[in-house]
C-alpha cells in the first residue's frame, strides 16, 4: 500500500497506517490544491478551523509533490502554532505532546513532503508506534480501487468515500458549543485522548 503524504492527516489516515508494518509515502503524484497535503482540519472556538501551508510551485505546469516547497514568506508555521494554542491549551493532554511538536514550527523545512514525512514519524512516535517510512522511488498505480491517495480527500465525505471507516466519538474540547466533529486532524485525537488514541484509531477502521 502507498500512501500519501499528509499534513497532520486526518483519523482517517491514522487509522490506517497504525495498522501497517512499514509506510511508503507517495512523492511521485503531481500536486494537486486543497488536498490533506497542505492543510489540516482543526476544532477552535469558533468551530472548524482549517490551517493551511503556502506553498511555491512552477506555474503553468504540472509540478511533482517532490518538488513542492514550503513557503515561508508568510509565517504560517507561528500563525498554526499559535492557532494550536488557542484551540487546545485547555485539551487534557496538549502540554504532554507540546514540546514534541513545536521544533516543527521553529524549524523550516525546504519540501513539503520532508516536513509532512518527518511530522509523520514523530506523531507515530508519540502513540508509541516506530514504524518505518520511506518515500516512493516512482508513481505506481498498484492499490487498485482501494487507493487512499485518491478517496483521503477534504472535499469527499469520509465515510461514503471510505466505507471501511467508522469514526469513534471522543471528547473535544468545544464540543459543547459545536457539537462532535468526525474525522479532524490526529492532532484533535490526540491533544483531547492522549494514550487512548491508538485504540480509538483501530476502532475506526472496520477489518
Request: hydrophobic share 40%; aromatic share 14%.
Given at each position: 500500500?502507498i500512501?500519501p503524504?499528509?499534513?497532520n492527516g486526518p483519523?482517517?489516515?491514522f487509522?490506517?497506517?497504525?495498522?501497517e508494518e512499514?509506510?511508503?509515502l507517495?512523492?511521485?503524484?503531481?500536486y494537486?490544491?486543497q488536498?490533506?497535503?497542505n492543510?489540516c482540519?482543526?476544532m477552535?472556538?469558533n468551530?472548524l478551523?482549517t490551517?493551511?501551508?503556502?506553498?511555491?510551485?512552477?506555474?503553468?505546469?504540472?509540478?511533482?509533490?517532490?518538488?513542492v516547497?514550503v513557503?515561508y514568506?508568510?509565517p504560517?508555521?507561528?500563525?498554526?502554532?499559535k492557532?494550536?494554542v488557542a484551540?487546545?491549551a485547555a485539551?487534557p493532554?496538549?502540554?504532554y505532546f507540546?514540546?514534541d511538536?513545536l521544533?516543527?514550527?521553529e524549524?523550516k523545512?525546504?519540501?513539503?513532503?520532508?516536513l509532512?514525512?518527518a511530522?509523520?514519524?514523530?506523531?507515530l512516535?508519540m502513540?508509541g508506534?516506530?514504524i518505518?517510512?520511506d518515500?516512493s522511488?516512482?508513481?505506481?498505480?498498484?492499490?487498485?480501487?482501494?487507493?487512499p491517495?485518491?478517496?483521503?480527500h477534504p472535499?469527499?465525505?469520509?465515510?461514503?468515500?471510505d466505507?471501511?471507516f467508522?469514526?469513534?466519538?471522543?471528547h473535544?474540547?468545544?464540543?459543547?458549543?459545536?457539537?462532535?466533529?468526525?474525522n479532524?486532524?490526529?492532532?484533535?485525537?490526540?491533544?483531547?485522548e492522549?494514550?487512548?488514541?491508538?485504540?480509538?484509531?483501530?476502532?475506526?477502521?472496520?477489518?
Amino acid at each position: 500500500m502507498i500512501y500519501p503524504a499528509l499534513y497532520n492527516g486526518p483519523v482517517q489516515y491514522f487509522a490506517r497506517l497504525v495498522r501497517e508494518e512499514e509506510i511508503i509515502l507517495e512523492q511521485y503524484d503531481s500536486y494537486i490544491k486543497q488536498t490533506y497535503r497542505n492543510r489540516c482540519n482543526i476544532m477552535g472556538p469558533n468551530g472548524l478551523l482549517t490551517l493551511s501551508i503556502p506553498v511555491k510551485r512552477i506555474r503553468g505546469t504540472k509540478n511533482l509533490f517532490k518538488d513542492v516547497r514550503v513557503d515561508y514568506d508568510i509565517p504560517w508555521n507561528k500563525i498554526h502554532w499559535k492557532s494550536l494554542v488557542a484551540s487546545y491549551a485547555a485539551s487534557p493532554f496538549f502540554e504532554y505532546f507540546r514540546d514534541d511538536l513545536l521544533p516543527f514550527y521553529e524549524k523550516k523545512f525546504d519540501f513539503l513532503v520532508d516536513l509532512n514525512a518527518a511530522l509523520l514519524y514523530q506523531t507515530l512516535q508519540m502513540m508509541g508506534l516506530d514504524i518505518p517510512i520511506d518515500l516512493s522511488n516512482d508513481f505506481k498505480d498498484i492499490n487498485g480501487d482501494n487507493d487512499p491517495r485518491h478517496f483521503i480527500h477534504p472535499k469527499l465525505d469520509s465515510r461514503m468515500a471510505d466505507p471501511a471507516f467508522a469514526p469513534q466519538a471522543y471528547h473535544q474540547v468545544f464540543e459543547e458549543k459545536h457539537g462532535f466533529l468526525p474525522n479532524l486532524s490526529i492532532l484533535d485525537l490526540m491533544f483531547n485522548e492522549g494514550p487512548t488514541s491508538l485504540l480509538l484509531l483501530k476502532n475506526s477502521l472496520r477489518t
